[in-house]
């Protein structure tokens, strides 16, 4: 037996400097090393053999075996270069190194606004129930946002707070956040919702919001007006006006929608000139000549939000704002085009990289 082993070694070692390519190499794993190999043959006769010669030639051919799959590992790699003729000072090939994403530096940006007041940040489950993402805030049943058209409701075994969902805006951490907590509160909490929309330059089935509120005693809409006026400034830029708009929203009142002055086109005050037509004249790519850009929504905390939340609504007041991140990176940065956010293009991403 020992002559038929050494007779495959031989073989073996010849074929192998005949050999050059890695296919040729494959070759000879398979030739020597495989299943149906005479390597495998050799193994398949020790249980014929006496115990005592049984492990003298199965310890001679597992070392064979060890042998030939170094072998044909070594040679597959190749020789290695000469690190004599290696230029350490060669520069290496260039590595482009990753950034923060615009939305991520919006949504920090902002939330960094808003925690310089006092503010806390709190971020609330994606998964939500009826009871807190509606109901809690006064929204009706009756109400359109609670159609299947406007909400993704999940097919989850529901409970005593009903069925559950996507939540469609960053309102229900306000809701747990009040439940827990004791006023005074001041809390804003960002994230991502969900709504199922059709996709296109200015909507999408899913985006960020940052919710705000607060709560306290002698609270009044001048409170909110201070905090709005602030973020606005500090964000875009002092020289902008705020302008609010009454509003129906379900769970403030009063309610209403915020606009600030373009401050791509530098709105000025005219005389005699209405808000419509104001820059009617201009073509500004942002505002579209009206010279004012809608940011979001506010209002006072509605008295029955607050004894949802188990807070007594006629010790303590409060007020609440919501804006849409992306939004407000594309007002910011004149993006036409809610899809490049996600798209991944890098030519795109890179305008905006830190």
Same mark, same amino acid.
């Given at each position: 037996m020992e002559e038929k082993i050494k007779s495959l070694e031989k073989a073996f070692e010849e074929d192998c400097q005949k050999a050059a390519t890695p296919k040729e190499f494959e070759f000879l794993r398979i030739k020597y090393l495989g299943r149906s190999s005479r390597l495998s043959q050799f193994f398949s006769q020790l249980p014929n053999l006496i115990p005592q010669e049984r492990g003298i030639w199965g310890k001679r @051919?597992?070392? /064979?075996?060890?042998?030939?799959?170094? @072998? @044909?590992?070594? !040679?597959?790699?190749?020789p290695l270069k000469d690190e004599e003729n290696f230029d350490l000072t060669f520069p290496s090939s260039p590595?482009? /190194?990753?950034?923060?994403?615009?939305l991520t530096t919006v949504n920090q940006k902002i939330c960094s606004i808003f925690e310089n007041l006092g503010f806390a940040v709190a971020e609330g489950g994606e998964i939500e129930d009826e009871w807190h993402n509606f109901t809690a805030l006064n929204i009706p049943l009756e109400h359109p946002s609670r159609d299947v058209f406007d909400t993704f409701y999940l097919d989850i075994k529901e409970k005593n707070n009903g069925k559950y969902l996507l939540r469609s805006h960053t309102s229900p951490s306000q809701t747990r956040i009040m439940k827990i907590g004791k006023?005074? /509160?001041?809390?804003?909490?960002?994230?991502?919702? =969900?709504?199922p929309d059709e996709v296109d330059a200015t909507h999408s089935f899913m985006f960020h919001q940052i919710e705000g509120f607060a709560v306290g005693?002698?609270?009044n809409f001048a409170h909110l007006k201070g905090v709005l006026l602030h973020f606005?400034?500090?964000f875009f830029t002092p020289e902008i006006t705020l302008r609010f708009r009454p509003h129906f929203f379900p769970f403030t009142e009063p309610s209403a929608e915020v606009d600030i002055s373009c401050f791509v086109c530098r709105r000025k005050k005219e005389k005699g000139a209405s808000r419509d037509t104001l820059h009617a004249s201009r073509k500004c790519s942002v505002c579209k000549g009206k010279g004012w850009l809608e940011v979001l929504g506010c209002g006072m905390i509605h008295?029955?939000?607050?004894?949802?939340? !188990?807070?007594?609504?006629?010790? =303590?007041?409060?007020?609440?704002?919501?804006?849409?991140? !992306?939004?407000i990176a594309m007002l910011k940065y004149g993006i036409g085009d809610i899809r490049l956010f996600y798209e991944n293009d890098?030519?795109?991403? !890179?305008?905006?990289?830190i």
């Open positions: @051919l597992n070392c /064979l075996k060890q042998k030939m799959t170094a @072998l @044909l590992a070594n !040679e597959a790699r190749g590595f482009q /190194l990753g950034s923060r994403h615009i006023p005074p /509160l001041a809390v804003i909490s960002p994230g991502r919702v =969900y709504r005693e002698d609270l606005a400034h500090k008295p029955q939000v607050l004894d949802n939340c !188990e807070i007594d609504s006629k010790k =303590y007041k409060g007020f609440a704002f919501g804006m849409g991140v !992306e939004r890098v030519r795109f991403l !890179e305008q905006f990289s």
